[in-house]
């Protein structure tokens, strides 16, 4: 998995005014939870681009004033309004010991319920996974190529290898609904296939 480098600067003071003038300044307040302590700091939002606006998972490097920890982004809070890059946690990393990660999901795949018109729903965009950092996956691919009306791909279905998905096996991941337009049509298929069932019989009774 790709490492993005994260360089910050401790935080003297923790309070409100402070994390204003931070934000007004380009920078984001953050905290580094799992170790002895907790480490408040500040780093230049910039730097958040390639770890928070993207389809994969990363590791962070963090440089916090020349001491460096290895860690993954456990969450971040955004502005209602603007979208700007409020606040953010992070968790250290320890060797043999297991992380929780939600991990994008990458569609691959033609599915048939889409190329005959339907449309596909993304029910998931991510899924929670617990592994070692070492075995801990950029993306989790989900093949559509099996997915026709009607029909939805469980959480059941993704192969897990030296990883554990923490979400409901019954939840769908994605499913593909049928177009209005093409939904009327079906039925009007249907009820002519009765009628003409119903036809069959009362010509075979007479």
């Not at 003071?13 to 408040?40: F, I």
């Not at 860690?71 to 968790?91: G, N, T, W």
């Amino acid at each position: 998995m790709k490492t993005i480098e994260i360089i910050g600067y401790k935080r003297a003071n923790l309070g409100k005014k402070e994390a204003k003038a931070l934000r007004a300044d380009g920078n984001v307040p953050c905290v580094l939870y799992g170790g002895d302590e907790q480490v408040h700091f500040s780093a230049p939002m910039i730097l958040f681009r390639e770890l928070v606006y993207t389809q994969e998972a990363h590791f962070v490097n963090l440089n916090i004033e020349g001491k460096e920890y290895q860690a993954i982004l456990q969450d971040v809070q955004f502005h209602p309004v603007s979208e700007v890059l409020l606040h953010a946690d992070f968790l250290m990393l320890f060797e043999g010991k297991q992380i929780k990660m939600n991990v994008p999901v990458h569609f691959i795949g033609l599915s048939p319920g889409v190329a005959n018109g339907g449309s596909l729903i993304k029910k998931r965009r991510s899924l929670q996974i617990l592994a070692l950092p070492k075995n801990m996956p950029e993306h989790i691919d989900v093949d559509l190529a099996t997915l026709d009306f009607g029909h939805a791909i469980k959480v059941s279905e993704v192969v897990a290898e030296n990883f554990e998905i923490l979400d409901t096996k019954q939840a769908s991941i994605a499913v593909v609904e049928v177009p209005r337009a093409l939904r009327g049509k079906t039925e009007e298929e249907a009820e002519e296939g009765a009628e003409g069932a119903e036809a069959e019989v009362t010509d075979g009774a007479e």
